[in-house]
């Protein structure tokens, strides 16, 4: 199951919202990382995050120096050979989520805005494919393993969440109340995407 969504349809400005509106869904799971393994500045991460928030709503003037943000984000990435526990890789997604946000936001291909797509999907999948390894008294052929995380109630709301987002941002002007509206659509759960209560 892999997202493509026509990213090309929407205006710099909504990719932005888009993908700081995936990282949303996303910053809890780095939080509980950052409490657990005594490593990573979870509110610089939510900091930035604020930033790009405060960046689109027009009525504010505010600059963001790139270059400073990506070099402070960089001490924030987890290593997972560093960490022998499954919560390295989602707060490693989260983190590269920030960081491909960051960098597309300088750039005009719009290619890490897909990334922070994939990034987001990839958390899923790979959390509820060690789930279900987890459950099973044999292992799974992958055709079984293909069909049940097509099936998984995360992996359908990821995917849903990111049409919806797609679909509301592509007609939604581009001002502040579009911008309360997304982060409803993303928090309106209390869950992050691996369904961790926030």
Not at 159 to 167: G, P, S
Request: hydrophobic letters at 45%; glycine letters at 4%.
């Amino acid at each position: 199951m892999t997202v493509h969504l026509p990213f090309a349809k929407l205006s710099q400005w909504q990719r932005i919202a888009f993908s700081a509106a995936l990282i949303e869904r996303m910053l809890p799971n780095y939080r509980i990382f950052a409490e657990q393994a005594g490593f990573g500045n979870f509110q610089l991460l939510r900091n930035q995050v604020d930033l790009i928030w405060q960046r689109l709503d027009k009525s504010q003037k505010v600059k963001i120096n790139f270059d400073a943000q990506l070099l402070k984000l960089e001490e924030q990435v987890p290593d997972p050979q560093a960490f022998d526990f499954f919560g390295v890789y989602p707060a490693l997604d989260t983190s590269m989520a920030v960081m491909s946000l960051l960098q597309a936001m300088q750039d005009s291909d719009g290619l890490g805005f897909e990334n922070v797509s994939r990034l987001s999907e990839n958390s899923v999948n790979f959390y509820v494919e060690l789930c279900l390894d987890n459950d099973q008294e044999r292992l799974l052929t992958d055709e079984e393993l293909a069909l049940q995380m097509s099936q998984h109630p995360l992996i359908q709301w990821e995917l849903a969440t990111q049409h919806e987002l797609f679909d509301f941002l592509k007609n939604a002007p581009e001002n502040k109340a579009t911008i309360t509206e997304i982060k409803k659509i993303v928090l309106a759960q209390g869950m992050s995407n691996l369904g961790i209560e926030t």
